[in-house]
């Protein structure tokens, strides 16, 4: 009988539990009370932890978007760095000076560094 005894006896602790709960008489006592600035610190812990998840998501979505913008502004870069290099062949400038109409002429002789000596003043 005393198996039996014990069953009953946690259904009627569980509708006793549950009536309390709902009733609000369980909130209200005192050992509860005293474990609720517990209670209040692992809920702020709690929302501290999602708010931080948050905020490091957010900063990973914005590093992420500005890599991609270099990514970006880097093969721009190179592409313009082509066109100028495309441009100052002497070929190309060749091509665009007869283009333009200019009367000017390709050197035939190639450049010569010219050296300057000073002279001694006395």
């Known amino acids: 009988m005393s198996a ?3 069953t009953s006896g946690k259904s009627k602790n569980r509708r006793n539990g549950l009536k309390s709960f709902l009733g609000g ?3 209200a006592s005192e050992k509860v009370m005293r474990q609720m600035p517990f ?8 929302i501290l932890m999602i708010s931080n ?6 900063t990973i979505r914005r590093m992420e978007a500005v890599q991609d913008s270099i990514k ?14 495309k441009m100052n062949r002497p070929s ?14 390709e050197a035939s ?6 050296k300057v000596e000073k002279a001694d003043r006395e």
Request: hydrophobic share 45%.
């Open 4 to 6: 039996k005894d014990n």
């Open 25 to 27: 008489s369980l909130l």
């Open 39 to 46: 209670v209040f610190f692992v809920a702020f812990l709690g």
């Open 53 to 58: 998840r948050y905020w490091s998501e957010k």
């Open 72 to 85: 970006e502004l880097r093969a721009e870069s190179v592409t313009w760095e082509t066109e100028l290099m």
């Open 92 to 105: 190309e400038i060749v091509e665009k000076v007869k283009s333009s109409g200019l009367d000017l002429q």
């Open 109 to 114: 002789e190639p450049a010569r560094k010219l």
